[in-house]
């Protein structure tokens, strides 16, 4: 059973750092693009990162240059550090892995993703 946990979010104040983790069990996802998401109260689901098998990046505009996704395959993970925080920043991340597209480029559309974590809160004041 695929299962992905987040972890790492929390209160912080404008300006500061986080590093999101999520763990992935049940299956290999060497091959596979894994992402981060987020959704602020009332707004929609939103691509904010992803990353493919050959750790090709991309991001949101809103988060280019203080993001940064990276994975570890050893230990089947994928984190999110956040630099920089703004409070337009503050939603519930969800980590997510596209098991569907092999060794292709992650996508922005939550659509393409099939698995997703429980999400965790990141709150940032200002």
């Known amino acids: 059973q695929v299962q992905l946990v987040e972890s790492g979010g929390g209160l912080v104040q404008a300006g500061g750092s986080l590093r999101l983790s999520c763990a992935a069990s049940?299956?290999?996802?060497?091959?596979?693009?894994m992402g981060w998401f987020r959704q602020a109260p009332g707004k929609e689901r939103e691509f904010v990162a992803t990353?493919?098998?050959?750790?090709?990046?991309r991001y949101a505009d809103s988060v280019k240059g203080r993001f940064t996704i990276s994975r570890d395959n050893a230990r089947n993970t994928v984190y999110l550090q956040m630099n920089n925080l703004k409070p337009e920043d503050t939603a519930v991340y969800y980590c997510?892995?596209?098991?569907?597209?092999?060794?292709?480029?992650?996508?922005?559309?939550?659509?393409?993703?099939?698995?997703w974590g429980q999400g965790t809160q990141v709150t940032v004041s200002s």
């Open positions: 049940g299956r290999t996802f060497v091959g596979y693009p």
């Open positions: 990353v493919n098998w050959s750790k090709t990046e």
């Open positions: 997510a892995a596209d098991l569907r597209r092999s060794w292709q480029f992650g996508s922005v559309r939550s659509d393409d993703y099939d698995y």
